[in-house]
């Protein structure tokens, strides 16, 4: 690993950033830090949406956001917030070790890509389904289908995780308590793809309010700038 306390020639952080990804959280991360960082752009398939092959001469997956930092290549979002906070954060946007706001800080780390994602990409999958081009003696099998497992299953799990953030928010300002950390960087995706998805979750007070202090803050406003046009996707 390229050590830039001990090289002498520091390296800068390139985030490897496909449009419209979770890859904006990486980037606002780096702007609350102030770490200066390049960014090499990903353009989606338009058909697909998938990233492009070349995403995965980065790393296997082919997914984003990676970083580099120096020889180190660092991949999953939850995994870089984390590696950037300790590595550069001299203490910044994460509780203190010993303290109960710790493993709040933990938990919402792993819960946002572990247990609130996955409903909102079926979702996303689903609804794809129901828009997708099919032969006309397909489509009312295909729609009813992805209807049916919408409003049987993947809308009352969503709903259920946004009702369980909402009460969550009601009970300290920022998810790990007072302070805002790098737990509300990552879990500004879901929340930010549950209220794009048509979701409750631009109507909870909570959570609404959640979202405008989070676009309100100068570094999630660089960032965008820096990162380009954000429309969310899975
Ligand atoms: N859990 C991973 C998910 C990574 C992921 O699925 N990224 C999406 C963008 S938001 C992607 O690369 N999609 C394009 C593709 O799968 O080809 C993370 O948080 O980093």
Same mark, same amino acid.
């Given at each position: 690993m390229n050590d830039r306390s001990t090289t002498g020639s520091p *390296? =800068? =952080? *390139?985030?490897?950033?496909l449009n419209n990804s979770r890859s904006q959280r990486v980037l606002w991360l780096l702007e609350e830090l102030g770490l200066p960082y390049e960014i090499k752009f990903y353009e989606r398939d338009t058909k697909t949406m998938l990233a492009p092959p070349a995403l995965r001469a980065v790393h296997p997956l082919g997914k984003s956001p990676v970083i580099s930092d120096g020889t180190l290549t660092v991949a999953e979002s939850g995994a870089i917030l984390e590696y950037l906070v300790e590595r550069y954060g001299q203490g910044r946007l994460?509780?203190?070790a010993d303290s109960a706001e710790a493993l709040r800080y933990r938990y919402w780390m792993h819960y946002a890509e572990g247990s609130a994602m996955p409903p909102l990409l079926m979702k996303l999958v689903f609804d794809t389904v129901e828009r997708s081009p099919m032969p006309f003696f397909v489509k009312p099998i295909a729609r009813g289908i992805a209807a049916k497992v919408k409003a049987s299953f993947v809308q009352p799990q969503i709903d259920q995780h946004m009702n369980f953030l909402e009460a969550e928010l009601a009970r300290s300002?920022?998810?790990a308590g007072a302070a805002f950390s790098a737990a509300d960087v990552q879990m500004s995706f879901p929340i930010e793809a549950a209220a794009q998805r048509g979701g409750p979750a631009a109507r909870q007070p909570h959570l609404a309010a959640f979202l405008t202090r989070i676009h309100a803050r100068p570094a999630y406003q660089r960032a965008l700038e820096? $990162? $380009?046009p954000y429309q969310l996707m899975g």
């Open positions: *390296t =800068i =952080i *390139t985030v490897h950033h994460k509780p203190a300002e920022w998810f820096r $990162g $380009g």
